[in-house]
């Protein structure tokens, strides 16, 4: 890897991507001096494969190359884990609207055209990579409330795992009643959440064993509201604040925080609520054992209608087989 700046500490790493030494050894030469750490690929595959062992903070990638064209390599870039929200800047001597066109259709957030002015790169570069910084300070921000709503279920053995099974039947049900991959996403995420506003209910509420006083229920009913206000300040989980807060509403009207009933509550709270009904049901707590299979699917029938939707409960049950398995590999 060659420091743009070895006295100092690189701020950003960039991986260089050109098949023409000269045109690297060029680009190499605008980034001296401002902090970044550079890697150099001369083809296409060498730079995949950089990128997935180093992932890079930008990219700055040819177009015209022999094998993988930039093309070619910023779109297999976006489809890596850690590939989605990195800064792709094409370099290339094309000048034709229609080159500016696919590159963005391939994923590419910005284009440079050679020969490469240097102030006007370094400005790209840097709006970009302060767009980065705060999408990987969201990103923290989530995975701290991730690791909040699953140390929450440390607290209770009985319940350890069910957010990460409402969160995933959530997902297969949605894609069931035809929610694309990024809505089926949101609902995995807010089955993992949606129980995360018990983090500020107390453990003699959590784990009594027997019938909660109106006090302790007026606390449970809080659990939603409180949830929803934990994650509302994270732009990236503004989707999933309905299925958070409304998980406990019921198709008659008759549930909590707010009353609401039938196609007024969310879809996705919809879902949630079926997913976290079942597994509650079928998982052993510290009021009781587990219920069978069959009793909690008559218990779901018995309830389509008045307390969740009859036609998700319907599909629900029609999938079961799809919905409910462990993933590959799982002990969960």
């Not at 000048?95 to 590419?108: F, P």
């Not at 009021?287 to 699917?297: A, K, S």
């Amino acid at each position: 890897m060659t420091e743009a700046t070895p006295e100092q500490p690189a701020v950003a790493e960039v991986l260089v991507v050109d098949d023409n030494e000269i045109d690297r050894e060029l680009l190499l030469s605008h980034l001296a001096g401002h902090g970044f750490a550079v890697r150099e690929a001369a083809d296409g595959q060498v730079a995949i494969d950089l990128f997935r062992e180093h992932s890079p903070d930008l990219v700055l990638l040819d177009v015209i190359m022999p094998g993988l064209s930039g093309y070619d390599v910023c779109q297999r870039i976006r489809e890596l884990p850690s590939g989605s929200l990195t800064p792709i800047i094409m370099v290339t001597s094309l000048l034709e609207a229609g080159d500016k066109t696919t590159a963005a259709a391939m994923g590419a957030d910005d284009f440079v055209s050679k020969p490469v002015n240097r102030t006007e790169l370094l400005t790209r570069m840097q709006s970009l990579l302060r767009i980065k910084r705060l999408a990987d300070a969201l990103d923290g921000a989530e995975n701290t409330i991730l690791a909040l709503a699953r140390s929450l279920e440390a607290r209770d053995t009985y319940t350890c795992e069910h957010s990460e099974r409402v969160g995933r039947y959530g997902a297969r049900l949605g894609q069931h009643v035809g929610l694309s991959r990024d809505e089926q996403e949101a609902m995995r995420m807010a089955g993992l959440l949606h129980d995360i506003g018990k983090i500020g209910v107390c453990d003699g509420t959590l784990q009594n064993p027997g019938a909660l006083d109106e006090a302790q229920w007026q606390e449970i009913r809080l659990h939603p509201v409180t949830g929803a206000e934990i994650c509302k300040p994270l732009r990236s989980l503004k989707g999933q604040l309905p299925a958070i807060r409304h998980h406990h509403e019921r198709w008659d009207g008759r549930g909590y925080p707010d009353g609401l009933a039938r196609n007024e509550i969310p879809l996705g709270a919809r879902i949630i609520a079926i997913c976290d009904a079942w597994d509650a049901m079928i998982s052993d707590r510290v009021y009781g054992r587990g219920m069978p299979e069959d009793t909690v699917r008559d218990i779901l029938r018995g309830g389509a209608g008045t307390q969740w939707d009859a036609a998700l409960v319907g599909i629900f049950l029609a999938n079961t087989a799809e919905i409910l398995p462990l993933p590959e590999g799982s002990k969960v």
